[in-house]
């Protein structure tokens, strides 16, 4: 079976960012209409793991020009964990411009990832706009994970008729902590301010297979993976968590000299500290 990255894309219990790159003469990618989008895709994805950010924008034209959803998702998972803060800056005009839930789902999920305070306003701009589309019912899981220290009250999902409340209730969270650290422009996971190292300690306690671990565990690899590039393929085996080879891969990594260059509150692509 081919797992490369026009095959397998970017699974989080799967290959990752660790899935091979799939040759320019594939006989199937040389079919594709798309194919010239999935091999420029590829070709920023390597530059960004060399730490080039330059062309990471490229991704957002690439998004408008595909017709291919697997591609769309692609580029989006990309930006969210790459993406600049002037990237993002046109996603969120973009967003604001869009009529169509489905970009404004996925757009939503590379917000989710990069975890900035700042992008609360615009998740709730969409979730108001494309209440009641399929799209969009995830987005107060994600506002929880970004804001709350556990699951609680922003997950659940208003109804109609209490949107307004859910978004006041949403908004005192944001004032709350954007007074707390003094500025909306802070990357947080859980209310607390992001952090690779802490990341890796928190994963470390969230290896056991509740609905919140389970739920977690993709999101966390995720965002270690990216972070780091330190390849966490093994943390899954037949899309099973393997619990005791994701302690070993965490504990290694915490244990060596290589964590202690990782700053708080600072985002990594592979090892690169993504420009501002």
Known sequence: MNSSFYWKSLSWSGSGYFAPSTPADDPDLKKDPNGTFWLETQLILSQVRGGDFSRIDRLLGIYDETSSDLLRWSCVQIIGDAGTTSCFKRV????????????AGKFCNAFEAWGSLSAVPALLQSYERYFGFQDIEGLPLKLSTLLEMEWGPLMERPTEDG???????????????????????????????FGVVSLARRMLRCLGDSYFEKTMQPFYRRRFEASTGIDCSGFYKDRNFQPL???????GFLESPEAARYEEGVRYFFGHRIPE
């Open 245 to 251: 080879t994701a302690a070993a891969i965490l504990e």
């Open 163 to 193: 949107l307004l409340v859910y978004e006041d209730r949403v908004m005192e969270w944001y004032e709350m902590l954007k007074q707390k650290f003094g500025t909306e422009k802070v990357i947080l996971l859980h209310g607390e301010r």
């Open 92 to 103: 969120a005009q973009e967003l604001d411009d869009a009529l169509d839930p489905d970009k």
